[in-house]
């Protein structure tokens, strides 16, 4: 025989399926339970109370931290800005370009890559505590990529330039700068040393970098590789950008670019020897559209009048095969050997006329200031 069910039943029945707050009815009244309406409240407090800690854990603060909280502060950003003419032909001042800088001294030296400073007419360097200032580049070595800029200001945070040469292939690597401009300035990112003494040729000259996995991106160019004690080991500077590569950057490593620093300082330009030849190898005489018929060497396409080749016997159509016991086998090979040579010293140079190998000695002098 069925019972008939009283409202109290019905109405607790229906609060245990929906799984909402346990309601009672006493006499035709609707009261939530307590102990509910106390949990809610406490919920409520934790999402709007954020949990107080006096000391950050050593699992937060890493070394990676510690070198973005040494470094970052020294890290600019750099406009390079160019004269141009708008639709009115005005002449009206445009930014060509973004990229980043290191101040390694603390009355506004700031290291730099040539091509972030290159045709600049005005130069906007801002500081990581927002402030912005007018720069003036000092001097600029397209050869290594390297140039100095200089503000009026004084008592800067500033980077500590370390050793490149103690790096060790694995360990962590933080690159820090401005990638894609200042909406993002200041930006970390971290990677390992990827390999050592990468030599690259970009253009007619040879380069010795450090390669790493940290992103580097366009506005990065300038800034700094630090290592996990907080100080700086290289000079972004380039990045392989091509369809199905990833993670392949490149900085010039730091003790490369300290005398390049200093002599830009002194001199506002890197005093370097040169031979005074104009050479192609297979591969830039192929750009000409010649075809160069030779298995080794370079070919002298034209010697500088009084200068050191020229006077110690070269003549176009040689082949150089070796300068200072290296072989020549590109154009990059011979600028970066002559380059490593010591203005005024003597070098010795093998090559072919003829079918003949002969050598010569070539008195290395001062390459001209080019104007």
Do not use: C
């Not at 949990?39 to 999402?47: C, K, T, V």
């Not at 009115?88 to 972030?116: C, D, M, P």
């Not at 020897?273 to 018929?293: C, E, H, I």
Request: overall charge neutral.
């Amino acid at each position: 025989m069925l019972k008939r069910w009283t409202p109290f039943l019905v109405v607790a029945l229906i609060g245990a399926l929906i799984g909402g707050t346990m309601v009672l009815a006493y006499g035709g009244k609707f009261y939530a339970k307590p102990e509910a309406q106390q949990q809610s409240g406490q919920l409520q407090n934790i999402l709007k109370q954020p949990v107080a800690q006096a000391n950050v854990s050593e699992a937060r603060n890493t070394a990676i931290v510690r070198a973005a909280q040494a470094v970052g502060p020294a890290v600019v950003g750099i406009t390079n800005k160019a004269y141009s003419r708008d639709y009115f032909n005005r002449k009206v001042l445009v930014e060509q370009g973004a990229g980043s800088g290191v101040i390694f001294e603390s009355s506004g030296y700031i290291a730099t890559n040539y091509h972030v400073v290159q045709n600049a007419q005005e130069i906007t360097v801002s500081l990581a505590d927002g402030r912005t200032f007018t720069g003036k580049v000092l001097g600029a070595d397209p050869a290594t990529d390297l140039a100095v800029v200089k503000i009026d200001v004084t008592g800067l945070p500033t980077a500590v330039l370390g050793d490149s040469d103690s790096l060790m292939v694995g360990e962590p690597a933080i690159a820090i700068g401005n990638p894609l401009g200042m909406e993002f300035k200041g930006s970390v990112t971290v990677g390992v040393i990827s390999a050592l003494n990468r030599s690259i040729e970009i253009g007619e000259r040879k380069f010795k970098l450090i390669q790493t996995d940290a992103a580097i991106n366009p506005g990065n160019s300038g800034g700094a590789l630090v290592n996990a004690d907080g100080v700086v080991v290289g000079i972004n500077s380039a990045k392989i950008s091509v369809a199905g590569v990833e993670g392949i950057g490149f900085s010039i490593p730091v003790n490369t670019a300290r005398p390049i620093l200093q002599s830009l300082i002194e001199k506002g330009r890197v005093v370097r020897a040169y031979l005074g030849v104009g050479v192609l190898d297979k591969a830039t005489a192929a750009k000409y559209g010649y075809d160069l018929d030779i298995d080794h060497g370079v070919y002298i396409a034209q010697i500088t009048a009084n200068g050191p080749a020229g006077k110690a016997g070269l003549k176009e159509g040689d082949i150089v095969l070796k300068v200072a016991g290296l072989e020549t086998n590109s154009v990059a090979d011979l600028r970066s050997t002559v380059a490593s040579q010591p203005v005024g010293g003597k070098t010795e140079v093998v090559a072919v006329r003829n079918g003949k190998t002969f050598t010569v000695s070539v008195l290395l002098e001062e390459m001209p200031v080019q104007q």
